[in-house]
Each structure stands twice: as C-alpha cells, then as structure tokens.
C-alpha cells in the first residue's frame, strides 16, 4: 500500500467483519514496522556520512514536518501526524549518537520540560537546572548536546541573561563549536501534557554548531551600540538596512560602557551580510547568535 492509498471497501455481496478488519489494521501496521525499519537503517548510512557533527538539524526537520503536515485531514488529525512524527526524528537523534538535553526551569510552571519532552521525545534523557549557565555549562563538559533556555525578555534579571554570552566567544576559533541558537519551541501545537488553557511556554534551543535552513526561517543577532542610541533611532537604521526586524529586545545595563540588542530578523541571514553593514551607529560587527524556523501555528492549513 502506498503513502497515498486508503483501504478499499469489500468487494459487492461481501460483508466486512471484525476480525477482518483487525487482519487488515495488522497487516497496516507490519508495513509500518517494516517502513520504520527501513528508515532506520537510511539513519544509520546518514550518520556515518556526517562523520560525528551534530546530528540535530532542525531546519530539516521543519522541512519534513511542514511537507507531512499539509497533508494530513479527515481521519488522521494533524495533532497525531506531528506526535508521531515528532518521536520518530527523536529516534534518528539518539541512533546518530549520545543525545541528551539540558534543560533551564528557571521556577515552577515554566513548563520548559514539558517542551522539550514534547519535541526531543519521552525517552530523551532530560537534565534539569535552576540556571542557564548551567545548561549550556553542560553542553561544554559533554553532558549534554542540546540546552533549552527561557525565551529572553527585556525585563530579564541580570543572573537570567544567557544570549549577551553568545555575542561573546572570541576564544571559540571554529564557528562549528560555538554555541548557537538553532530551534525555538514550539515548532507546533502545545507542549506535550500541557493542561488545557495553561500559558503557553516558549522557548529556544542552543547547540554547539550552525543554524540550518528551513526555508521560512528568522535569524537572532546580537548588535552592540551607544547607550544613548534610542529605540526608534535604531529601528529605523535597521529598515533603513533593508532589513525587517520583527522583535528588538534591549540591555541598557548600570555602568556599562554599551548597550546591547537581540534583534530578531526575517529570514535566514548571514553574518556577512551586506545589508548589516549598513546600519551605522554599532559600536561593533553584528554576530549572529543563531537562526530558527519559523513555527506553524496549530491551526494552519
């Protein structure tokens, strides 16, 4: 049966039974078994080709996700499409290699586990800090490969402030072992277990290696400038760029020489982009601390 066919009713004059019907779901799911059987064994040929990298490519996986997703209807929900699927890439993960997630749950009902759980897989071992620090700490001693931290807020205190360290790894000489942001979460639908009418928690995901894209993606860059630069001023120098910035999030620490922005850019963008040269009043290059693909609203077509 291929991906496009449906079970055939019973021929005319033929009365359909139960046990029939449980014949032909058991036969459904050996092929199942058998397909997933093979897709493992392409996974298996895939990380020996990658030699090691990071097997988390979440652009791919939105690809992957997106393409399934427009066509699920009727009888299987997209809820189960993106369920199912979700386990299956955390499946590829863990055969690629040693995969485990550190998670920020900075205080009770942040819900952050809840996200990782419902995108990484429930068998994913989960480590749990109080701070980001110490998430992405264990990224450095090999604890583990992927951290989840609390989206930034402009109101954050200084002891949750994690993406101004990004901008700042000099002393990483390979742009494949600096930390980047490379997913946020979530990419769709609520976290799993998530009660019903409960906040909705976000997220975004970091990783020591580059951002992938997915085709409709936003890039985070961190820009450094003078402290008496305004908002507006800014803004404005940034769509002066050509750029289009959907969230700007500034620092404007006590007794600090500069302030700082994570600016929120459309589109997948380079650090070498010409456009960001353009935009006058930094006190230094941009750096980008990452790029993700851009969530699918729960009830998109």
Wanted: with cysteine; charged share 20%.
């Amino acid at each position: 049966m291929s991906s496009t066919e449906t079970s055939s009713p019973p021929p005319n004059g033929e009365t359909e039974t139960l046990a029939g019907l449980r014949a032909e779901l058991d036969a459904i799911d050996d092929m199942i078994f058998g397909a997933l059987s093979r897709r493992a064994a392409v996974v298996e040929r895939v990380a020996a080709l990658k030699g090691g990298a990071l097997a988390f490519r979440p652009g791919r996986e939105a690809m992957i996700l997106r393409r399934l997703l427009a066509r699920a209807s009727g009888a299987l929900p997209r809820q189960t499409v993106a369920r199912v699927w979700r386990e299956i890439l955390a499946g590829s993960l863990a055969q690629q290699g040693r995969f485990s997630i550190a998670v920020c749950e900075p205080g009770p009902g942040e819900a952050l586990g809840l996200l990782a759980r419902g995108h990484f897989g429930i068998a994913t071992p989960l480590r749990s800090h109080r701070r980001a620090a110490q998430a992405i700490a264990d990224l450095a001693n090999g604890a583990a490969q992927i951290a989840v931290l609390p989206m930034p807020a402009e109101d954050d205190p200084p002891a949750a402030l994690w993406w101004t360290a990004l901008a700042h790894q000099e002393t990483v000489v390979s742009p494949l072992m600096r930390v980047h942001i490379l997913a946020r979460l979530p990419f769709w639908g609520p976290p799993l277990g998530c009660p019903e009418g409960a906040p909705r928690a976000a997220a975004l995901v970091v990783a020591a290696g580059l951002p992938d894209p997915s085709g409709d993606d936003r890039t985070l860059f961190g820009f450094e400038f003078s402290v008496e630069l305004s908002r507006t001023r800014l803004a404005q120098q940034i769509a002066a760029a050509g750029l289009v910035a959907h969230s700007l999030i500034l620092r404007r620490d006590a007794g600090a020489p500069v302030a700082q922005a994570l600016v929120d850019l459309d589109g997948f963008i380079a650090e070498n982009d010409p456009r960001l040269a353009a935009i006058e009043s930094l006190k230094r290059p941009p750096v980008r601390l990452g790029a993700y693909a851009v969530p699918m609203e729960e009830t998109a077509p």
